[in-house]
T-cell receptor, first 113, second 110 residues
């Protein structure tokens, strides 16, 4: 099993450009999450999903959109990138509730110029 | 609102025991989790305390006291590979989302 994978691993955008980050999991987990992590800080939840076709806002949802059309995939979109969105983005999944063990992907390092 | 506080840095020697504390302010939560993250890596789950008391998993133990709004992670027989950042996290009942502390950077010295 590959676990949780993220595409791409690195990306550089110019301000105003758009992009989509892809997360895939092969563990048949119901819950999926998108976090961002800035230097010296903990993880901050952007959006999450408790099942196919559902999404919910986390702590810092502004400027991001998500979709969960298939159970195994969770997409994070940036419609108009801003330098403040420069960060490392982690996707995670879990079989149960948010408080239970989450399995993280390797991360995507995004730089917005 | 809620916040989780943990020390920013801790240093210990190989073979020693270290305790990383986490205090929190939240209107209600489901339990306290701990994650480990090595530099450049992804967070990995260490433990979860849904109830008060001590949970033990090998060299790592975690404790929760809801009445004191306090928890800790205890690492025994420290090894060099334990050098990493450690994060406490809670699922907040009010917001129904996950909140992480800023992390404690543990350095294990020979």
């Amino acid at each position: 099993n590959a676990g949780v994978t993220q595409t791409p691993k690195f990306r550089v955008l110019k301000t105003g450009q758009s992009m989509t980050l892809l997360c895939a999991q092969d563990m048949n987990h119901e819950y999926m999450y998108w976090y961002r992590q800035d230097p010296g800080m903990g993880l901050r939840l952007i959006h999450y999903s408790v099942g196919e076709g559902t999404t919910a806002k986390g702590e810092v949802p502004d400027g991001y959109n998500v979709s969960r059309l298939k159970k195994q995939n969770f997409l994070l979109g940036l419609e108009s990138a801003a330098p403040s969105q420069t960060s490392v983005y982690f996707c995670a999944s879990s079989p149960g509730g948010l408080e239970r063990q989450q399995f993280f992907g390797p991360g995507t390092r995004l730089t917005v110029l | 609102g809620q916040s989780l506080e943990q020390p920013s840095e801790v240093t210990a020697v190989e073979g020693a025991i270290v305790q990383i504390n986490c205090t929190y302010q939240t209107s209600g939560f489901y339990g306290l989790s701990w994650y480990q993250q090595h530099d450049g890596g992804a967070p990995t789950f260490l433990s979860y305390n849904g109830l008060d008391g001590l949970e033990e998993t090998g060299r790592f133990s975690s404790f929760l006291s809801r009445s004191d709004s306090y928890g800790y992670l205890l690492l025994q027989e420290l090894q060099m590979k334990d050098s990493a950042s450690y994060f406490c996290a809670v699922r907040d009942r009010g917001n129904n989302d996950m909140r992480f502390g800023a992390g404690t950077r543990l350095t294990v010295k020979p």
